[in-house]
């Protein structure tokens, strides 16, 4: 039987970034719904391993050797051992959109059996507006034979750029630590078929599991230090930073990273992602350099990690710069 | 076979307010779930009409005339002719909780084939915290078999008292006029199976057809005008009043009443509900009679209900004066 490879909107415009230690058996579950377009492989730990990418998928594989090369020193900004090197993917990528997952993602299902193509829905969160201004209680309006309820200003209905689409799970349900410890065997089996915005001005705890961005957009606020977590909407004065937490010191720090974060604003001059993202870098070495070491360090990275990034894409840089 | 009373949480403790012109029979349907608790009905139209009410409820019902002679001159603040005169309802009930439906919501089934206690689901989500504060990405931490994801700060999971718990509908999607003008075929047939809190600061439009609160934390603010607006959380000082609009009108105002919420603020000395609301009162005859003499009308109609409240319930009231 001949694979269908008609129909799969932004083809051309959307690159999976896959961050990886091992075989990338699980592709074979995807094969339907992600041939068609083209993964960036990050190959993480010992770089002397061969990971092997089942047949028929168009791919490029980077390892730590790689990325060495690449970036020179400024690959001190990749983290090394943890998913998060996944955004070097991001980085290198000359695509406007991105996709990633994590290689034991499997495919679910919908309560009547069928495979779910979260990609599919993915890219149709980032082709439609999002609506952060104001909440719709009947979910995402520009889903079929839905729309904007009664009472939900006229003026709002356009909406504005979807940023991130962030996809859930089911199964494991990604829970911390201290939870995990407490409850071991919950399961998350509900399937919930709703697609909506994260208002404005609200922090959400960001999952890189499954998940996709516009990059023109905000690419370079994308850094996902050791464990992602970001925000939902298009605003870089409230954009998050990636944390490189480990858990055991990520859930105390969470209590003084999070008002931090409520209380950031930007000034009127960071009109490019990037000088946003370096304006952060320096209030995060100032104000929470105080609770740990670890904090000017991550600042340090964060300014690199945009030298790096305007390196490896100088037309967006020029732009920027030229305007 | 014996109909089952036993396990019907906070029986004693909630009244079911039905806006009502015709007979009841929408009742039977409803039966299981509604029978234990008390309703209180609300006779819209003319009162020398008769409404049957099915056998085996216990309730109490009020006309126009009743009104009238309960509340003098105050019953100026009620509306006549439009779903909106169940606020009465609240005001004489002298239960904590209230829960508000429309005579022509049939019980909806889930995917199963199950009928949906929507009374049951309200109940469960009064008496869950509410968490405003941060967005938990898996929905409902409180519902069974799901709890806060990663990330998700520890000092925040406690949340606050739920305040309002607003349902949603199958099939007729409550759209505007224009809408289901360009829409008439429209039905909305997704059934949705998830309890999510609207963010702190976050409008969103408020329908009166499926709808349960907290009386004794905000129920002077639950004043419907002729058409239900509101404000999820018992934040009162970006709460909404009802706003007594006419479709056609309506569609023009809400694009200059948003944003009026959404600049409003109160000031500290407001304490109670009562205060902030003939506070809103007054800002919103000094702000929005500029778009239409009905403000200032509105306006004194909101002192009007909230003097009536005090004094269909002078112990909450002496409560207050004497703090």
Redesign the interface.
Known sequence: MATSNSNHPLKDDLDIVIPTIRNLDFLEMWRPFFQPYHLIIVQDGDPSRSIKVPDGFDYELYNRNDINKILGPEASCISFKDSACRCFGYMVSKKKYIFTIDDDCFVAKD?TGKDINALAQHIKNLLNPSTPY??????DPFSD???????????LREGIPTAVS?G?WLNI????AP?QLV?PR?????Y???V?T??????????GMNLAFDRKLIGPAMYFGL?G?GQPIGRYDDMWAGWCVK?YKG?FW??EI?PFFQATSLPKECTTVQSCYVELARMVKDKLGKIDPYFVKLGDAMVTWIEAWDELNPKESKKINGK
Do not use: W
Not at 145 to 155: H, L
Not at 186 to 190: S, V, Y
């Open positions: 309560p104001f909440f719709n209680t009947l979910y034979g839905a729309d904007f309820v009664r009472g939900y200003p006229f003026s962030h859930l349900p990604d829970y911390d939870t409850k919950e399961k998350n089996t509900r919930v078929d709703a909506m994260i208002p404005k001005g609200t922090l959400f705890p960001m999952c464990m977590d858990e859930i969470q209590e999070i």
